[in-house]
């Protein structure tokens, strides 16, 4: 393996400085993987790191092609407009008997919601069923419109799901560790998630050596919207079918189809 850095990239513009050098201010954590190389980081405490080896180790991350006679499902961790807003979230799924086939990740940082609603189109969920927390019901600080009403204007089948009170970080971190081992990723596609999950972990206090619960970071964002995928998630009725998965080892295509 060739280990390569944002120095080695003869097409890095002046917008990509500008995003290294907000990674490097307000997420260190994260800046040696993303923009010099380095392989992501294992933490003591990772919730989901042990899941996802499995499912290497199992092969089912690998080119997972989409059902074109069943529906796609996005399932959103809601971020806001503006630099220094949290970070949107959408993974982009299907349920095929007691298989979880997960097609896709969408992330982005102050971005409008028009954006977002523009890639799921161009990605070819534009008849995709979108799942929101429960902050999918809070005005837009731009237009005035809930989250939902937006998605509904814009076509889209939506369902907000009700807020699951003090306990629903736990309860997202168990519904994926139950489910993980059902769920099979399109590799290309799915990878910036992938890498949130596995660094997605629990916050320490090294005085006491006790844990105090999951660490609010640039992985968050994945883990909830990943997690409200889990939380919803029901076996569809009738026949089930294995994914079609094949590995592939250079130039796949980097979109799935609709």
């Not at 393996?1 to 890095?12: G, H, I, K, T």
């Not at 969408?106 to 429960?134: D, F, I, K, M």
């Not at 889990?230 to 799935?256: A, D």
């Amino acid at each position: 393996m060739v280990r390569a850095s944002w120095r080695d990239n003869p097409w890095f513009s002046s917008e990509l400085e500008a995003e290294r050098q907000l990674d490097l201010a307000e997420y260190p954590e994260r800046y040696a993987h993303v923009w010099e190389g380095d392989y992501a980081k294992a933490f003591e405490g990772a919730y989901f790191a042990k899941g996802l080896q499995a499912a290497k180790e199992q092969d089912r991350i690998g080119k997972v092609a989409a059902d074109p006679l069943l529906s796609h499902r996005a399932f959103f961790d809601i971020g806001g407009a503006g630099a220094r807003a949290d970070a949107m979230a959408i993974w982009v799924a299907q349920w095929v008997g007691q298989e979880i086939r997960v097609l896709d990740y969408l992330e982005g940082v102050g971005q409008v919601l028009a954006y977002y609603v523009n890639e799921l189109r161009a990605r070819g969920y534009e008849s995709a069923t979108c799942y929101l927390p429960h902050d999918g019901m809070n005005t837009n600080s731009i237009t005035g419109l809930r989250y939902r009403d937006h998605l509904q204007d814009a076509g889209f089948s939506v369902e907000v799901v009700g807020n699951q009170g003090m306990g629903a970080a736990a309860m997202r971190i168990e519904a994926v560790r139950r489910l993980l081992p059902r769920c099979w990723f399109n590799e290309v596609t799915t990878e910036a998630g992938r890498d949130a999950l596995g660094y997605y972990h629990e916050r320490r206090d090294d005085s006491r050596s006790v844990g105090l619960g999951p660490e609010h970071d640039w992985s968050s964002h994945a883990e909830d919207a990943f997690g409200l995928m889990c939380v919803c998630y029901e076996v569809p009725r009738g026949k089930i079918k294995t994914p079609r998965l094949s590995h592939f080892r250079s130039s796949p295509q980097s979109w799935m189809g609709g």
